[in-house]
T-cell receptor, first 114, second 113 residues
Framework: KAGVTQTPRYLIKTRGQQVTLSCSPI?????VSWYQQTPGQGLQFLFE???????NKGNFPGRFSGRQFSNSRSEMNVSTLELGDSALYLC?????????????FGPGTRLTVT | GDSVTQMEGPVTLSEEAFLTINCTYT??????LFWYVQYPGEGLQLLLK?????DKGSNKGFEATYRKETTSFHLEKGSVQVSDSAVYFC????????????FGQGTRLTINP
C-alpha cells in the first residue's frame, strides 16, 4: 500500500502571498489531519477532515483553511503569509474503524516565508 | 486540558546502552497513547501504540506500557543502535467526534558508536 503523499515537498513564499498544500491519504483512509511543526511550538494540530467535513479545528487564525475532496485527498491553504508561518506542515491519514485509529504521516511540506 | 510531557533532551548514549525516555500525560477519559519517531528530513513514523491501561506496545525492540495509575507511557529499549538516533515524540489521541493527536515536545536521541 502506498503511504501518505504530500506535495510539494518544499516551498518558498513571500510575506503576504498565499499557499496551497496537498495531501493524498493512504488508500481507503477517510480521515485526514494536518499538523504544523516548528522548533518553538513543536507539533500543533491544525484541523481534521472526514468525508469532506471538517470535524475539528485547532487554535489557528482564520488564514489557515482546508478542504477535503470526495476521493479523500485534502488541501490546506494559508492566506496572507507571515514569517511565523514558516514550518513543516504534516498531513496524517487514518481509517475510520475504531481499532485502527493510528495516524500515518506523510513526509511533510517545508514552507519557508521570506 | 489534555497534554503530554516528555523528558527534556537531548539524550546522548553509547551503542548497546539501555534507553528510557519518560512520558507522562494529562487527559480526561481514556486516551490511546503512541510513540512516534522522526528521522532527519522526514515525517513521523508510528513506532508503537497502546489503547488501554496495562497494554504494552512493542516494535523494533522498543517497548512502552500504558500505566493509568501513574499516567505514564515511558519508552524503553534494552540495547540501542546508532540507527536509533532520531527525535522521539510521545502522543495521546483524543477522540471526541473527531481525532486529534496531542504531542509532547519531542526528545532528541543521539547514539554514539
Amino acid at each position: 500500500k502506498a503511504g501518505v503523499t504530500q506535495t510539494p515537498r518544499y516551498l518558498i513564499k513571500t510575506r503576504g502571498q498565499q499557499v496551497t498544500l496537498s495531501c493524498s491519504p493512504i488508500s481507503g483512509h477517510r480521515s485526514v489531519s494536518w499538523y504544523q511543526q516548528t522548533p518553538g511550538q513543536g507539533l500543533q494540530f491544525l484541523f481534521e477532515y472526514f468525508s469532506e467535513t471538517q470535524r475539528n479545528k485547532g487554535n489557528f487564525p482564520g488564514r489557515f483553511s482546508g478542504r477535503q475532496f470526495s476521493n479523500s485527498r485534502s488541501e490546506m491553504n494559508v492566506s496572507t503569509l507571515e514569517l511565523g508561518d514558516s514550518a513543516l506542515y504534516l498531513c496524517a491519514s487514518s481509517s475510520s474503524s475504531f481499532t485502527a485509529y493510528e495516524q500515518y504521516f506523510g513526509p511533510g511540506t517545508r514552507l519557508t516565508v521570506t | 486540558g489534555d497534554s503530554v510531557t516528555q523528558m527534556e533532551g537531548p539524550v546522548t548514549l553509547s551503542e548497546e546502552a539501555f534507553l528510557t525516555i519518560n512520558c507522562t500525560y494529562t487527559a480526561t477519559g481514556y486516551p490511546s497513547l503512541f510513540w512516534y519517531v522522526q528521522y532527519p528530513g522526514e515525517g513521523l513514523q508510528l513506532l508503537l501504540k497502546a489503547t488501554k491501561a496495562d497494554d504494552k506496545g512493542s516494535n523494533k525492540g522498543f517497548e512502552a506500557t500504558y500505566r493509568k495509575e501513574t499516567t505514564s507511557f515511558h519508552l524503553e529499549k534494552g540495547s540501542v543502535q546508532v540507527s536509533d538516533s532520531a527525535v522521539y515524540f510521545c502522543a495521546l489521541l483524543i477522540i471526541q467526534g473527531a481525532q486529534k493527536l496531542v504531542f509532547g515536545q519531542g526528545t532528541r536521541l543521539t547514539i554514539n558508536p
